[in-house]
């Protein structure tokens, strides 16, 4: 199985930034697409970005432009750099993973989130 631990959350003032890292480890073959995600205070959770194995990005388009996401294979870890910070992007942050085991059989991996409070 494969672990996510997310760091880099926190608290911040709106129009600050913030750099969120998820790194993988446990027993693999292969790390697919890369993810986060985020549920925000009584709404549904939602997409933040997606970056494949070979570095191919989406983000969604409320995001464009402030949040990008990367990765670093060798690292088996995931970043969001988040500028430009509003009180609407205060959430929880998910990270995700498409994890192909040993044995050819493909799950995706969750991380138990990490808070990005957005105030001043």
């Known amino acids: 199985q494969v672990q996510l631990v997310e760091s880099g959350g926190g608290s911040v003032q709106p129009g600050g930034s913030l750099t969120l890292s998820c790194a993988a480890s446990g027993r693999f073959f292969s790390i697919n697409d890369m993810g986060w995600s985020r549920r925000a205070p009584g709404k549904e959770r939602e997409l933040v970005a997606i970056?494949?194995?070979?570095?191919?990005?989406t983000h969604t388009d409320s995001m464009k432009g402030r949040f990008s996401i990367s990765r670093d294979n060798a690292k088996n870890t995931v970043y969001l750099q988040m500028n430009s910070l509003t009180s609407e992007d205060t959430a929880v942050y998910y990270c995700h993973a498409s994890v192909t085991l040993s044995n050819r059989s493909a799950y995706t991996s969750w991380g138990q989130g990490t808070q990005v409070t957005v105030s001043s």
């Open positions: 970056i494949t194995s070979d570095g191919r990005t």
